[in-house]
């Protein structure tokens, strides 16, 4: 009797390549950074993405097993990519400074002691985290179903 092999989930292998997520997110963030809201759509891509990455990589979906990491590589991608959003937002409304001069630094960080910058980012801000938490959500979702299915 030929019996049906079992797939085995690489857990670290999907975990690292769910981390190419983290750069991508980044790079969409630093494209969108000036455009407020709709960056925020990005916030909810990154979850995503890095569910399908981890998928490809460990050769097997998302377990339980995986989780700690995906939400690891998950946050990560999501807090820098905010961080460069607001950087990139910064560079499109301030004057042209070079961003690595301690110039630039001391200005942007000036903007938020003074809460002119911190007014206006705010609520995209708030509205990137939770669209990412819907994200997050959403592979949660789709993770309960696939296991239910295999029940």
Known sequence: MLETPVPVEHVVRGTFTAALAI???IALFA???GLGYIAGIVAALVPVLAAWLYRFGAGHPLTAAGFPGFLLVTAVGVGLGIFTGLVSGFLMTMPPVPPFSPHFWDAFLDSFASGSA???V??????????????????LRGLQQSEEQVL
Do not use: S
């Open 23 to 25: 750069p991508i997110g």
């Open 31 to 33: 494209i969108l950074g």
């Open 118 to 120: 911190f007014e206006m």
């Open 122 to 139: 705010w609520l995209p801000t708030l509205v990137g985290i939770a669209l990412a938490v819907v994200g997050v959500v959403g592979v």
